[in-house]
């Protein structure tokens, strides 16, 4: 079995490499921490894109610790760091459940490349592997390509695709989708959405209809609507996913990208700042390369480049 760290670690190399980087030296050897050591540790936080405000966090807690003769070595600076962002993590957590016996309904919205479409097919790799019947809805009607790909990814994983024509309305996909899923005893059927500018007032609208339109078929459908955020666009992405929050009923977050990065800190940023539970990354392009989020290793992984002296 391929083990869940190595493919952490594999994916977060770039971000861990950046931060040791930045840090390199900083806090080696016995000379007493002062004002240009935390300047180093909040830049190479803040340039990992774990945001102002989790960066400052962490110097605080780091420095009140120190100040009182809690801490002393590089080892723990890693220490308190790993601390913090896990509990960041960890808030409101909502595992991906594998279990239920209900048709699942995933809807997977967020801006115009950032991984929606490739997360879909990523994911009906996934739960097909372990078992379920899964069917995908392409719903971005608005650009033709997007269907094609989405074809592909269902030709991949052997997963049955609703589509319709270029143009059509995404809303009537979806209904047609979450009926034939119902009626067939599907266990999960993944909305892949159209991603045009968030700032495009139609789209939140188009979105909202969408989910009427899957509620009225199947109260209390989709089960799972998740803000897909490219995690290569660093602080960015904070701008988007804040748009995209006023799409209503977002409940997990999918951030993909993060193995071509040094910006995989922005997890944090955006976890602390919106607290929807991190469900999933995406570190590759292949079929296998979504994993499911784990904070801890997340957090080691992050870290694991740097000198423990
Ligand atoms: P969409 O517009 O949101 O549907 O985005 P796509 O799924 O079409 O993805 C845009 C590009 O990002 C494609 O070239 C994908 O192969 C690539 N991509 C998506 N997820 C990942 C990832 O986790 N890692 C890498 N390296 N590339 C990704
Ligand atoms: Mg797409």
Not at 112 to 131: D, S, V, W, Y
Not at 224 to 243: I, K, P, T
């Amino acid at each position: 079995m391929k083990s869940v760290f190595k493919v952490f670690h594999k994916g977060l190399k770039k971000t861990a490499v950046s931060f040791s980087r930045k840090l390199e030296g900083a806090f080696a050897g016995t000379k007493a921490w002062n004002d240009e050591t935390y300047d180093l540790l909040e830049a190479a936080l803040i340039g990992s894109d774990f945001g102002l405000s989790v960066s400052i966090r962490i110097l605080d807690n780091i420095k009140e610790r120190y100040e009182h003769g809690g801490i002393k070595t590089g080892a723990d600076i890693i220490t308190v760091a790993k601390e913090e962002i896990v509990s960041i993590l960890n808030k409101n957590p909502k595992p991906f459940n594998l279990a239920d016996k209900e048709l699942t309904v995933i809807m997977l919205v967020g801006v115009n490349g950032c991984g929606k479409t490739t997360t879909a097919g990523k994911l009906a790799h996934l739960l097909c592997n372990e078992g379920k019947k899964v069917m995908l809805a392409a719903c971005d009607t608005f650009r033709a390509a997007a269907v094609e790909q989405l074809n592909l990814w269902g030709e991949k994983t052997n997963s049955y695709v609703v589509s319709a024509k270029h143009g059509a309305d995404p809303s009537a996909v979806a209904f047609d989708a979450v009926q034939a899923a119902k009626s067939r005893n599907y266990d999960y059927l993944i909305i892949d959405t159209a991603g045009r500018q968030h700032t495009k007032k139609g789209l939140m609208d188009e979105l909202a209809k969408m989910n009427r339109s899957i509620s009225k078929v199947y109260p209390g459908a989709p089960q799972e609507a998740w803000l897909v955020v490219d995690g290569s666009v660093g602080a960015n992405a904070l701008a988007q996913a804040r748009e995209f929050s006023k799409c209503g009923n977002l409940n997990g977050l999918v951030c993909t990208k993060l193995d071509g990065t040094g910006k995989g800190g922005m997890v944090v940023a955006i976890k602390d700042e919106f607290n929807l539970p991190v469900k999933f990354v995406g570190l590759g392009e292949q079929s296998d390369d979504l994993q499911l989020f784990n904070p801890d290793m997340f957090a080691d992984a992050l870290f694991e480049e740097l000198d423990r002296d």
